[in-house]
């Protein structure tokens, strides 16, 4: 499966946090990363500029589901605070923005070590929003990445 992972952060070393949020993506497969892009104001605000970055990820996964689910994974592990609520800063955000061939919307019950999210988990693809934000679609013309174009 070949993705295409948005990575933010604006709180604390940003560029450290991004660069957490690739390793977290290598360990899921093979990345190829952006370059790092110019700062985007926070659209809450609430909180400092985002540093932004995205990345190719390819993964032997076939089930967008999961993959999502191993990006959230990784977001608490490196230290995001959910309990603040949507779109409040945060040290890293790892947004699921097309996986090529791959169209839709799903729900579904969030597992136990995710269930702080809610009791449902949700995607769709492509991300809805994308194709608004000039901090997603840059990073992904560097990429080359045809299948979301």
Do not use: K
């Amino acid at each position: 499966m070949r993705a295409l992972v948005a990575l933010g952060s604006n709180l604390g070393d940003r560029r450290a946090c991004l660069e957490s949020g690739l390793e977290a993506l290598a360990a899921l497969g093979v990345v190829t990363p952006s370059p790092l892009w110019p700062e985007t104001p926070d659209e809450s605000g609430r909180g400092p500029d985002y540093l932004n970055t995205a990345a190719l990820l390819e993964t032997p996964g076939t089930d967008p589901r999961a993959l999502l689910e191993a990006l959230l994974r990784a977001e608490l592990r490196l230290g995001r605070n959910r309990a603040l609520g949507r779109n409040a800063p945060r040290t890293l955000d790892l947004d699921l923005i097309a996986v090529e061939g791959i169209q839709g919307a799903w729900r579904w019950p969030a597992p136990a070590d995710l269930a702080a999210l809610g009791p449902e988990l949700t995607l769709e693809l492509p991300h809805p929003r994308a194709r608004l934000r000039p901090f997603v679609m840059d990073p992904a013309r560097a990429l080359g990445l045809t299948f979301f174009h």
